[in-house]
Nanobody, 122 residues
Framework: QVQLVESGGGLVQAGGSLRLSCAASGNIFSINAMGWYRQAPGKERELVARVTSGGSTNYADSVKDRFTISRDNAKNTVYLQMNSLKPEDTAVYYC????????????????WGQGTQVTVSS
């Protein structure tokens, strides 16, 4: 079993910055991709950014050039640096770990964090 603990959410004014962290713990042999989704009230959950164990990254068009995702494989931790925040970035941000294996022969699974609220005031 893998647990994901998120931190770093909060309230910030438009144009400000926040840094989210998500640490995975438990029985971990490897994790393929880690990243962040977000869900605003009345909207579907959407991918914000992801990073693979090899360092490849993907971003939603709406956050490119403003958000940066990074990962510390030794600590099984993923970070999301969010700059130039806009009110439309307000959402609950969920960390996820995909392709997580407890041993080399384990089936890969996906795990989710509980979510952290990010609120951007205008």
């Amino acid at each position: 079993q893998v647990q994901l603990v998120e931190s770093g959410g909060g309230l910030v004014q438009a144009g400000g910055s926040l840094r989210l962290s998500c640490a995975a713990s438990g029985n971990i042999f490897s994790i393929n991709a880690m990243g962040w989704y977000r869900q605003a009230p009345g909207k579907e959950r959407e991918l914000v950014a992801r990073v693979t164990s090899g360092g490849s990254t993907n971003y939603a068009d709406s956050v490119k050039d403003r958000f940066t995702i990074s990962r510390d494989n030794a600590k099984n931790t993923v970070y999301l640096q969010m700059n130039s925040l806009k009110p439309e970035d307000t959402a609950v941000y969920y960390c996820y770990a995909a392709g997580a294996r407890a041993t080399i022969s384990s089936l890969p699974r996906t795990y989710w964090g509980q979510g952290t609220q990010v609120t951007v005031s205008s």
